[in-house]
């Protein structure tokens, strides 16, 4: 059959999916003719493309190479034809130095031609790895993406999912069930919403395939082409209106409040793609313009737990820091964090090592740096949210910051424990011992004599001066040891 013949209900073909991702009429087919191999297991069948859609066009008129896989020919599985199409297109990306977006609907490894096609898989993944931080890389799964076809699409930059259709695991419930007994489905095991929730393997969550290629559009407006190229640039726009940021920070410092609202006040337009969005949203990243000019900004979410930073919220973080690093993307930081989530699951789950994740990432990322601490700064909390003595460059503080050991009320019962022990009046005590410890220990201005942050300014004022930071550090420089590369604690 040839490609993109009968297909599931509700679905679009291969080339209809790349034409409704480019624009119109810049498709440029690549391996057209290409056959499938003979298996040699009697089966004439050997379609034209094998399976693949290759080629590559425009978006937004800028160069694109992409690659759909075709479910009509042999399920969208991967052949020897099938691998090398989508290697050479791979190879293509990056001696062209442009972004890769592969949509993918298949059914693994093509069982009938056996290792020539894990032998594929192996070497799209070794491209994967060579273009990681040199071009862009997204994945958009449209389909079933089981086995050994997940693990490219990991590798990637990011990943989108449509909600309902899109599946993702290593091994499918029929073959869980017959190996430990466990009942499960599709969607419970690996769909859509699980990857976006649950285990955050994907970044994305489409309600349907336009949604999802509207998507990959919209992302691709943030990045540059590759490594060695700036961000775009569009014309510069006012912040989005919001809440006054005067007034956003509640008196006490339990209060929650949604610091997607300080973000929109700040960013141009208040437009942020989410990354992740559904993911350990005690953190939010996300991209979005400052004065026309990307920037990837990374920030505590009071609204859940508190800000705090746990395991998931940490690689999440630290995932997104090294993409921006690695594309030149300024790092844009606001702070609220109570610090790291202490308890027996975390320590068992490996906080120590998956939160040094992001210590590392800030700490080795050499794009511009600037951060505001807004509330609550406290401990190692304080340390990684783009501290100065992680290597940021500019480091604000609203009058409102608290930075910190730990709150007031855990340090006066660490500090004057005897005393309040001893006390007739406990109660009376500890209130006047925590007002002198927050008129004193708990403002920004301890820091700033220091250095550690660079102004206090009213928080009325932050676009202007995060607008003025990054325009001072557009021609940072900032050499880093020659070595093969780091090792960070994964």
Same mark, same amino acid.
């Given at each position: 059959m040839a490609p993109g013949g009968p297909r599931r209900r509700g679905e679009h073909g291969a080339r209809e999916r790349i034409n409704l991702l480019l624009d119109v009429g810049s498709f440029t087919e690549t391996g057209l003719f290409v056959r499938g191999r003979p298996t040699g297991d009697g089966t004439a069948?050997?379609?034209?493309?094998? @399976?693949?859609?290759?080629?590559? #066009?425009?978006?937004? @008129?800028? +160069?694109? %190479?992409?690659?759909?896989?075709?479910?009509?020919?042999?399920? $969208?599985?991967?052949?020897?034809? !099938?691998?090398e199409k989508t290697v050479a297109l791979m190879d293509l990306a990056l001696k062209?130095? %442009? +972004?890769?977006v592969g949509l993918n609907d298949g059914g693994?490894?093509?069982?009938?031609?056996?290792? =020539?096609?894990? =032998?594929?898989?192996?070497?799209?993944?070794?491209? *994967?790895v060579k273009a990681s931080g040199v071009i862009p890389q997204i994945s958009v799964v449209l389909g079933p993406c089981a086995g050994g076809a997940a693990y490219s699409p990991a590798i990637t930059d990011f990943t989108v999912m449509v909600d309902g259709a899109s599946h993702?695991?290593? /091994?499918?419930?029929?073959?869980?069930?017959?190996?430990? #007994?466990?009942?499960?489905?599709?969607?419970?095991? #690996? $769909?859509?919403?699980?990857? *976006? /929730?649950? *285990? #955050? *393997?994907?970044? !994305?969550?489409a309600a349907d395939e336009m949604d999802a290629l509207d998507t990959v559009r919209d992302l691709l407006s943030y990045l540059p082409a590759n490594n060695l190229e700036p961000p775009p640039r569009y014309a510069p726009a006012a912040a989005g209106a919001g809440v006054p940021l005067d007034e956003i920070v509640p008196d006490r410092l339990a209060q929650a409040y949604d610091m997607r609202d300080v973000l929109r006040s700040v960013v141009d337009r208040g437009e942020l793609l989410e990354i992740q969005e559904l993911f350990a949203p005690n953190i939010v990243c996300a991209l979005a313009l400052v004065e026309g000019a990307p920037v990837g900004v990374v920030a505590n979410q009071p609204l859940h737990a508190a800000g705090v930073l746990d395991i998931d919220a940490s690689e999440k973080a630290a995932r997104f820091v090294r993409f921006c690093d690695a594309f030149g993307l300024p790092l844009l930081t606001f702070a609220d964090v109570p610090g790291y989530l202490s308890g027996v699951r975390q320590e068992q789950g490996g906080i120590i090592r998956r939160g040094a994740k992001l210590?590392? =990432?800030?700490?080795? =990322?050499?794009? +511009?740096k600037v951060t505001v601490v807004v509330r609550k700064a406290y401990g190692g909390g304080y340390a990684v949210m783009g501290s100065k003595h992680l290597g940021a460059d500019i480091n604000l503080a609203? &009058?409102?910051?608290?930075?910190?050991?730990?709150?007031?009320? @855990?340090?006066? @019962?660490?500090?004057?424990?005897?005393?309040?022990?001893?006390?007739?009046? &406990?109660?009376?005590?500890?209130a006047r011992l925590v007002a002198g410890y927050e008129s004193t220990h708990g403002t920004p201005y301890l820091a700033a004599e220091r250095g550690y942050v660079d102004a206090v300014i009213a928080p009325r004022d932050t676009r202007a001066h995060v607008c003025r930071a990054l325009r001072a550090l557009r021609g940072k420089r900032a050499p880093m040891p020659e070595r093969r590369h780091g090792n960070i604690p994964l």
């Amino acid at each position: 059959m040839a490609p993109g013949g009968p297909r599931r209900r509700g679905e679009h073909g291969a080339r209809e999916r790349i034409n409704l991702l480019l624009d119109v009429g810049s498709f440029t087919e690549t391996g057209l003719f290409v056959r499938g191999r003979p298996t040699g297991d009697g089966t004439a069948r050997r379609p034209y493309g094998d @399976g693949v859609v290759t080629g590559y #066009g425009t978006v937004d @008129g800028r +160069p694109v %190479c992409v690659f759909a896989q075709d479910p009509t020919v042999f399920g $969208g599985s991967m052949g020897e034809a !099938f691998g090398e199409k989508t290697v050479a297109l791979m190879d293509l990306a990056l001696k062209t130095g %442009c +972004p890769v977006v592969g949509l993918n609907d298949g059914g693994g490894a093509r069982i009938q031609e056996g290792v =020539a096609s894990l =032998a594929l898989y192996a070497e799209l993944v070794r491209r *994967n790895v060579k273009a990681s931080g040199v071009i862009p890389q997204i994945s958009v799964v449209l389909g079933p993406c089981a086995g050994g076809a997940a693990y490219s699409p990991a590798i990637t930059d990011f990943t989108v999912m449509v909600d309902g259709a899109s599946h993702m695991f290593v /091994t499918g419930p029929d073959v869980i069930e017959a190996v430990t #007994g466990e009942r499960t489905g599709a969607e419970e095991l #690996g $769909g859509a919403r699980t990857s *976006n /929730t649950v *285990n #955050g *393997n994907a970044h !994305f969550l489409a309600a349907d395939e336009m949604d999802a290629l509207d998507t990959v559009r919209d992302l691709l407006s943030y990045l540059p082409a590759n490594n060695l190229e700036p961000p775009p640039r569009y014309a510069p726009a006012a912040a989005g209106a919001g809440v006054p940021l005067d007034e956003i920070v509640p008196d006490r410092l339990a209060q929650a409040y949604d610091m997607r609202d300080v973000l929109r006040s700040v960013v141009d337009r208040g437009e942020l793609l989410e990354i992740q969005e559904l993911f350990a949203p005690n953190i939010v990243c996300a991209l979005a313009l400052v004065e026309g000019a990307p920037v990837g900004v990374v920030a505590n979410q009071p609204l859940h737990a508190a800000g705090v930073l746990d395991i998931d919220a940490s690689e999440k973080a630290a995932r997104f820091v090294r993409f921006c690093d690695a594309f030149g993307l300024p790092l844009l930081t606001f702070a609220d964090v109570p610090g790291y989530l202490s308890g027996v699951r975390q320590e068992q789950g490996g906080i120590i090592r998956r939160g040094a994740k992001l210590l590392y =990432a800030y700490a080795e =990322a050499t794009v +511009p740096k600037v951060t505001v601490v807004v509330r609550k700064a406290y401990g190692g909390g304080y340390a990684v949210m783009g501290s100065k003595h992680l290597g940021a460059d500019i480091n604000l503080a609203w &009058p409102t910051a608290r930075i910190a050991v730990m709150g007031a009320e @855990g340090a006066v @019962g660490v500090l004057h424990r005897r005393e309040l022990a001893a006390s007739d009046d &406990p109660d009376a005590l500890r209130a006047r011992l925590v007002a002198g410890y927050e008129s004193t220990h708990g403002t920004p201005y301890l820091a700033a004599e220091r250095g550690y942050v660079d102004a206090v300014i009213a928080p009325r004022d932050t676009r202007a001066h995060v607008c003025r930071a990054l325009r001072a550090l557009r021609g940072k420089r900032a050499p880093m040891p020659e070595r093969r590369h780091g090792n960070i604690p994964l």
